[in-house]
């Protein structure tokens, strides 16, 4: 059962992204990306993570992608220009590269993965998780052993908002 | 361990969207579009993470996400405002029209 | 003082240094300090020199050797070499004219240079320096540092004589005279080195005088004979022999002062010097001294011919040194080296006399040198006059002057040895010698002046630091004869008979001395041995013999300019192919050209278009040029497109997948 809906999500995911490369239009883009973020959350869910799904939703589909619609109703981009000039060769050359990278990747998924090495060693089974809940037992490390990396993304949250006001100011 | 099934179909699936992540990358001349297509690079990384840590019943992989989403969060802000600077000063944000670096 | 030997050639090294590095400043602050330093040095040089042959004569003859080492030079195996100089009769004896003679000409040079601005310093600078070289080359007590002077006075005779370069001749005449030294300089290592290399195969590995000559028996007939003919090459490039006198003539282009110094006292001695010092090597080679003595005598010969109708004043006085140079070597050929030495000495005194009036007299004349526009300077300058005339005299072979009594006893000796040819050869260019001189004197002095009305005007003496050194010199080719009066003639032996006879043979290997008395010395024992044979009868007869050819080439000169004055034309178109050809040198510089020199220049094109440009310089460019291509391609890579960069990124992740994915071992 989880299979099918894995497949089912994964080739909207795939149709997804798809779409954001090959969209003419920038705003197209944007949204088939809301949508692919839609079914990434999906798939998270699929894999017993929700709090981090609904992160996704909140954040990446939220906030940043409202960002980037932001800009691009700002900068007013008009469609892309169509009357083509040819992708360079040195792209096309970059696209087979990318191309054998990734049947160099097929075998190792497919085939690769050491089982032996995934030992299952952790504490966290679905049981615990399930009786604690997924936010809890994060939330639970994050305030107390992640606490120093936690702190600094805030200073680094800080960082960002002060430098694209100064960036953006007239 | 149903995990354990479909470990391959996932890093199938993450496989798949990094490449397409980068072809766009390195494909699209619009500025916006290749920062979108590295938010699926991102993406597609989380995804490993997440299931790595599922299949190992831990929970480090979890906690990465939360400072990858972060700092996707900032790389989006500073970003875009890089993009209305550049819009600024040349009227267009084409990737190809920024190269003064050229030899 | 003995032990204060190194100070004669130092001090003239001080006043190279002070005037060379400091001289264009002193300049500006007060011209006179450079030749107070320069003449100062040479001065107090003559000076210890003089003290130390006092100090030597008080010794007895067999003890008349004093070596002082001043620092180990090379040591390097088996050849070990000091900076070593050593006082016995023939170093101090030539120190003695070279720093006196070189002492007067500084103070004439002073006069001479007065006018020239801006190269004072540079003139006396190597004046001194060849001064150091020259004293390098007489006291030296091994090979090495005698030809260490040797090379030195050849570079100095380069400076000197290309002195006023921005004239091009003058230039050619310096790279003239360097590269025919250089031609013997080469010939002199080979024989130095033979010698090092013949005597170390007997265990003998050194450089020294007092230890090469007692053992140089040791090596056989034929290494010696082509040492000998080896060291003799070098010599007549030094000395201005046939083949390599060519540039001698040339080397008039220099200051009158450097010919008077360089190319009649010194430089050209130091050939002679070499061959007296080597005396014990070449009396066991009698090829090598039969080659020496015809040499002599055929130089003497045709450079006597050439001065006979040259018209330049200073031409004529630089073949009249050859052709002297030729008897000393006859001399030398024939055994009597002491005759040889003396005449080194008379020589020097009147010739640097007759070089120094012919300065004064282009320096009245206003730089005029050639003698058909001269004449009538009797009156006008007479202390020139006088002293030319002095020297004329001398040189011609007239008693009581120095002259007569060496050259005299150069041709007896040749005669004595049984060579009767060399002996007219020798007879014959004397009779041209006193001919072109007085030739010389007449067209100069009598008669009336030939010369632009422009430069009649300026006709005057010359100052007295010019004239003074003149007057000294000509007392010296009166008197300086009378060191050595031989014992036929020993009523007007003024300071005693063959003085210098008993000076020097213990050099010769003639005197009790026993090092020296090995099997060799066995042709200076005939060369004087024979003479005693002879009666005295016939030596009066050949003296009286020689005035009457140098009183004969006297008067035809004199019928020819004075009395007769048509003659010389006249003369001149009877044989005018032989006047031709003897006016031209004998053709010998247009015959090295095309023998030598040519050919050298279509090698050295060769060489250079051929293969140094496009060969070494291509691979030298070749490479440039590579890198500059490399860069040209390569630079394509930057493209300023933030793509191209993911590309290679991609690549380069490309790259590192396939290492790990195919376990290679890098």
Known sequence: ?170 | MAEMQDINLYLFLSAIMFIIGAAGAITRRNAIVVFMCIEIMLCSSSLLFIVFGRATRTFDGTFMIMFIMTVAAVEAAIGLAIFILMYRKTGSIDLDKFNIMKW | MLDKIWLIPALPLIGVLINGLFGRYIEKINKNIIHWVACGTVFLSFVITFIIFIQLLGFAPEDRLYEYTLFNWISSGVLQTSIAYQADPLSIFMCLFVTGVGFLIHIYSIGYMAHDEGRYYRYFTYLNLFMFSMINLVLANNFLLMFLGWEGVGLCSYLLIGFWFSKEENAIAGKKAFITNRVGDFCFIIAMLMLFCGLGEHGIWSFRFSQIFPNVHLLSPEMITVICLLFFAGCTAKSAQIPLYIWLPDAMAGPTPVSALIHAATMVTSGIYMVVRSNILFSLSPTALCVIAWTGALTALLAASIGLVQNDIKKVLAYSTVSQLGYMFLALGVGAFTAGIFHVLTHSFFKALLFMCAGSVIHAMSGEQDMRFMGGLRNKTPITFWTMAIGTIAIAGIPPFAGFFSKDEILWKTFASGNILLWIIGAVAAGMTAFYMSRLMFMTFFNNCRASDEVKHHIHESPRTMTVPLMVLACLSIIGGFLNVPHALKYIAIFGEEKAHHFLDPVIGLGPDKILQKAGHEIAHQASHATAHHSLSLEYGLMLLSITIALAGISIAYMMYIKKKDWPEKLASRFCTLHKVVFNKWYVDELYAFLFVRPFHVLSNFFWKGIDVPIIDGMVNGIARIVLWSSTVLRHVQTGQLQSYAISVIFGTLLLMFYYYFHVDL
């Not at chain 1, 990446?60 to 040819?86: H, Q, V």
């Open chain 1, 1 to 170: 059962m989880e299979t099918v809906l894995l497949i089912i999500l994964g080739s909207l995911a795939i149709t997804g992204s798809l779409m954001v490369i090959f969209s003419k239009n920038t705003v197209h883009s944007a949204l088939w990306m809301v949508s692919f973020f839609f079914f990434i959350a999906g798939i998270y869910i699929l894999l017993h993570a929700e709090f981090i799904a609904m992160l996704q939703l909140i954040v990446y589909a939220g906030a940043i992608m409202m960002f980037i619609l932001y800009a691009i109703m700002m900068l007013n981009i008009r469609e892309e220009l169509s009357d083509r000039i040819p992708v360079q060769p040195l792209k096309l050359a970059g696209i087979a590269l990318l191309g054998f990278i990734f049947l160099l990747l097929l075998p190792m998924v497919v085939f690769g993965v050491n089982h032996s090495m995934l030992t299952a060693s952790g504490p966290f089974t679905e049981q615990i998780v399930e009786k604690f809940g997924h936010m809890a037992v994060l939330s639970n490390y994050l305030f107390s052993d992640f606490l120093l990396p936690f702190e600094i993304t805030s200073i680094l949250l800080t960082v960002g908002v002060v430098g694209s006001v100064m960036l953006a100011k007239k």
